[in-house]
């Protein structure tokens, strides 16, 4: 059966969202409030690095993937609409919903012409906000959910910088759905993919994601608690000891170990405020997560941690430069990237001599990060022959040249890559 879907929120998972189902011949229609984003991709752009999801636009734009001028028109046209917008930290680290919010009014006027549709929540949202949040938040609206509309939730499990790769190759499909209907409707959208498909109660769907990011989250800052004991008994060579532990059998089967490994903190957009969101959740409820607090606390003194690391080293007038702004290799996303938080820290200390350079990230960076006193560098070779002391961030493969290049040059290594 090939249906006719809204997708609302043009980004990493929007889009990816919306070119799979195009590629599984589906109809699909994509809008964004951000109109800059919107014609980029009108244009058959990418407004960010993913490989294979670009060469997907091409293929599908104009044909299975249109882009719309208003959400109303297309959502009037579909079975389903797919809710992909931000789902930020608010003021005190619980999901900012006020984006879902606004998606829903954008079409609030159509579910009320008779064909069955199912509002698909795709955003990362905390266990009991579909039933506590969204649902109440449509009735206040004159919007009851039944014949004319059902609610879901459809947790998306992709990395960025694997984005089609992941979603074309899920592992499993989970939905969060309570009614007959719409769990008939997601079960035969899916049946395209080659995926074990769950259909859970809606607290449960949500919880699902949670569980994947705090797991994650918690292996990185418990990596990062052990280099800091490693640091502080000394003599300990932290990267070797690491890949021992990594050859351990029970590591063998994916590469789940890569979250089992020191750094500078994790980053992105998903695992800080994902784990905050948690934390958040638990709490409102009657429950403080002590483990997720120390998670959380661990990674937010993982920059100074470094900054100091590189203090101890450099001296003030010396020109460091920062090799990776991205959050993670592969990706140009700089949401929440350690480099921005240990950049601001030498800046504050008087470390006004900063070079940067990422093979992809620095165009975004620069466009985020007011940071006035960054030089940017085009290339490995121009920041390698400008600087008098490294301090690698991203773990781009390309930095292992470093090493060999400038042997003589100190390196930080924050992410025990070299
Ligand atoms: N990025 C990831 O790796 C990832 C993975 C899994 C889940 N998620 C979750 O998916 C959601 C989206 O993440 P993302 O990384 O794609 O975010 P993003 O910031 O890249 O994209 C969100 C898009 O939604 C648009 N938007 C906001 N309000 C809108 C509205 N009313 N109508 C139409 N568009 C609107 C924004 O302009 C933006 O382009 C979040 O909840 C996130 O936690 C992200």
């Known amino acids: 059966m090939n249906y006719s879907i809204t997708v609302l929120g043009l980004g990493f998972v929007g889009m990816t969202t919306a070119l799979t189902f ?71 680290g619980e999901a900012d919903l006020s984006y879902i919010y606004d998606a829903v009014q954008m079409f609030s006027s159509v579910l009320h012409d008779g064909k069955h549709r199912v509002i698909v929540v795709k955003s990362t949202i905390p266990p009991s906000t579909t039933s506590e949040r969204i649902i109440p938040y449509m009735k206040e609206n004159g919007l ?75 292996m990185i800052s418990y990596s990062n608690e052990m280099s800091k004991i490693a640091h502080a008994v000394g003599g300990i060579q932290i990267k070797e000891a690491f890949e021992i532990l990594h050859l351990d059998r029970r590591w063998e089967s994916g590469d789940m170990a890569s979250y089992v490994y020191p750094g500078c903190g994790y980053g992105g957009y998903c695992l800080p405020k994902d784990t905050m969101a948690m934390y958040a959740t638990g709490s409102a409820k009657g429950y403080e997560p002590k483990i997720l607090k120390e998670v959380i606390e661990v990674n937010n003194s993982m920059p100074q941690f470094m900054a100091e690391r590189i203090m101890h080293i450099a001296n003030p007038s010396d ?100």
Not at 70 to 84: M, P
Request: net charge negative; glycine share 6%; with cysteine.
């Open 22 to 92: 195009a590629e599984k011949n589906h109809q699909v229609y994509g809008y964004d409030i951000d109109t800059k984003r919107m014609n980029l991709i009108r244009q058959g752009l990418l407004p960010f690095s993913e490989p294979g999801l670009d060469q997907a636009l091409i293929r599908h734009l104009g044909q299975g993937f249109n882009i719309v001028e208003d959400a109303e028109s297309a959502v009037r046209k579909s079975d389903f609409v797919f809710l992909c917008v931000g789902t930020p930290a608010g003021e005190n």
């Open 319 to 418: 020109k460091i430069g920062i090799l990776g702004l991205s959050f993670k290799p592969g990706s140009d996303d700089v949401r929440d990237s350690s480099s921005a938080k240990i950049i601001e820290i030498l800046l504050n200390e008087g470390y006004g001599n900063l070079l940067a350079y990422d093979p992809i990230a620095n165009a975004a960076f620069s466009e985020k990060y007011s940071f006035k006193e960054i030089k940017y560098c085009r290339n490995l070779s121009s920041i390698g022959e400008e600087s008098d002391i490294f301090v690698l961030v991203t773990a781009w493969e390309e930095f292992k040249k470093i090493k060999v290049l400038y042997s003589e040059k100190p390196i930080i290594d924050c992410r025990y890559f070299l």
């Open 144 to 218: 009851y959910p039944g014949d004319m509309f059902s609610v879901a939730n459809n947790p998306e499990f992709l990395r960025e910088g694997k984005c089609w790769e992941d979603a074309m190759n899920a592992d499993r499909i989970v939905c969060g759905v309570e009614d007959h209907k719409a769990d008939i409707m997601l079960r035969s959208l899916y049946s395209k993919f080659d995926a074990p498909f769950f259909a859970v109660s809606l607290n449960t769907g949500e919880y699902i994601k949670y569980l994947s990011n705090t797991l994650l989250a918690t």
